[in-house]
């Protein structure tokens, strides 16, 4: 497989397709997938600029809005992780990834693919250590200090990353690793960026949780962008025999290094399209529980405490979220717009004001795998806060109200976040007595995961219904209530209160 890999995409899909397109031709050959490691700026029209952490002066639409709106297609599958100049607005209504336009695929806060058997992950934003340990509560309208927060990666996305086993061909991240500098020729890169000495001298160049991530699993391949040069470097496994090759890109502009070409061997026998990890989707619906969208610190369990603090999925596990989804991990082709794309030759130029939305894309994807959607969980939140001071208004301006109309309903935050919801691991199916979990495993799960393992590979099976096999069950309005061991659990009475404007 033929592999292209771009630094800071900065908005200009044509210069960057165009520029593939010539390198086709120049040695014959075609490529097969694009990777961009951030920045990629997918900005669908005016409203979305504005949700950009960006000088006024750097606010253009530049390109993706024609493959957004359909005018053009991209004419390589191209992935992409989240940096710090982007559309956060937008990528919010793909917390677990999704398609941004056809063909475009979007990695979510972090998340684990496969494209012809090569397994790539990724993790979007950068790190900042205010943040770090916060939930996601950023929603738009950003303030001035949510428009960065946004993209500050967060404790919960490296805890998940860190409970992946097997080999990992390709890992991408916007900000480089702390200290990767010493595995490469730091004199060189001082000659293009003198400017780094002091923060490499202080070892704050780059992001620590992106270089536990580097040591822990020690990925063939690292890429990443963000401080606009080209660097490589080798990092040694420690008393171990894997390498890992890393390279830095420049961003897309005249004469600098911002594309790179390389072949890495993939199965034949599958085809070069998109589709889920096992292991990642197993992780994602175990942790379900521990997802915050408050901006109080969010701890992740530790191995001293009376829970379940390791999350590496057990045969059983995986098994059972492969039926989910009938045994098809391949990604749905379900792009739908949920904005109007930008039109160069409208003559107003007004741009709405950005909102909060839920994306199709996401909800099918939770409801299948039955875990939760942020957005949906800022969206209660609102809608809580709303009505507790609705009730306070109501209080004041009432002088009694008759006990028979009374209704028993609590709008405090925690109430909608934490005590209406029921986090307890209680599936018969899972052996939760071991932080491990290394229950006997059974022949029946075992052999069905092999069917389905089996099924996959051979693609014979159709995509599947949105709902197929979700442990979930639907309210009179058609609202999703997860019912899932492991999910959050809505009471009832306030779902159908809070979610009236979902």
Avoid at 117 to 123: D, K, P, V, W
Avoid at 225 to 246: D, Y
Avoid at 475 to 494: A, G, L, M, W, Y
Wanted: charged content about 20%; some cysteine; hydrophobic content about 35%.
């Amino acid at each position: 497989m033929r592999i292209a890999v771009e630094g800071c995409a900065h908005g200009e899909l044509d210069i960057i397709y165009e520029t593939i397109q010539e390198m086709e031709k120049a040695d014959g050959k075609k490529i097969d997938l694009l990777i961009c490691c951030g920045d990629f700026q997918s900005t669908r029209n005016l409203s979305d600029l504005n949700c950009m952490a960006v000088p006024d002066k750097y606010k253009d639409m530049c390109t993706f809005y024609k493959y957004y709106s359909g005018e053009k297609v991209a004419p390589v599958l191209t992935l992409f992780i989240g940096g710090n100049h982007e559309a956060s607005n937008y990528l919010q209504e793909l917390p677990y990834g999704g398609w941004v336009a056809p063909n475009i695929y979007y990695f979510g806060y972090a998340s684990v693919v496969t494209v012809g058997g090569i397994r790539i992950a990724g993790l979007s934003g950068i790190f900042k250590g205010q943040h770090w340990m916060q939930g996601h509560y950023e929603k738009p309208p950003y303030t001035e200090n949510t428009i960065r927060s946004v993209y500050h990666i967060r404790n919960l996305e490296i805890f998940r990353l860190k409970q992946l086993t097997g080999n990992i061909d390709i890992f991408l991240s916007h900000d480089w690793p702390a200290g990767i500098t010493k595995y490469g020729d730091e004199n060189i890169l001082l000659k293009g960026k003198p400017f780094f000495k002091n923060d490499i001298e202080n070892n704050m160049l780059g992001s620590p949780p992106s270089m536990e991530l580097l040591e822990y699993h020690h990925p063939s391949y690292w890429f990443s962008a963000h401080l606009h040069c080209k660097f490589a470097a080798l990092v040694p496994e420690k008393g171990g025999t894997r390498v890992t090759k890393f390279l830095a890109l420049d961003k897309c502009l005249p004469k600098r290094k911002f594309l790179q070409i390389f072949e890495l061997e993939h199965n034949p026998n599958l085809p070069l399209t998109l589709h889920y990890d096992l292991e990642w989707l197993t992780i994602l619906y175990l942790t379900n529980h521990l997802l915050s969208v408050k901006s109080g610190i969010h701890y992740m369990p530790g191995q001293y405490g009376n829970t379940r603090w390791t999350f590496i999925p057990t045969i059983e596990e995986k098994a059972k979220v492969l039926k989910k989804f009938n045994c098809n991990l391949q990604i749905p082709l379900n792009f739908t717009q949920t904005a109007k794309p930008y039109n160069p030759n409208a003559l107003d130029g007004i741009s709405e004001p950005p909102q909060l939305l839920i994306n199709n894309q996401t909800t099918q994807f939770c409801n299948i795998l039955g875990i939760d959607d942020p957005s949906v969980l800022l969206q209660l939140m609102n809608n809580a806060k709303e009505c507790k001071s609705n009730e306070s208004m109501m209080e004041t301006s009432c002088e009694q109200i008759s006990s028979s109309n009374e209704i028993s309903i609590s709008f405090e935050e925690d109430n909608v976040l934490s005590s209406t919801f029921n986090g307890t691991l209680s599936d018969s199916s899972f052996n939760h007595t071991s932080p491990l979990n290394l229950s006997p495993k059974s022949n029946s799960e075992e052999q069905e995961l092999e069917a389905c393992s089996t099924k996959e590979a051979d693609g014979s099976l159709n995509n599947l219904s949105p709902l197929a096999n979700s442990d979930c069950t639907n309210d009179s309005n058609n609202h999703v209530i997860q019912i899932e061991p492991n999910c959050k659990k809505f009471k009832r009475r306030n779902y159908s209160i809070y979610s009236n404007t979902l």
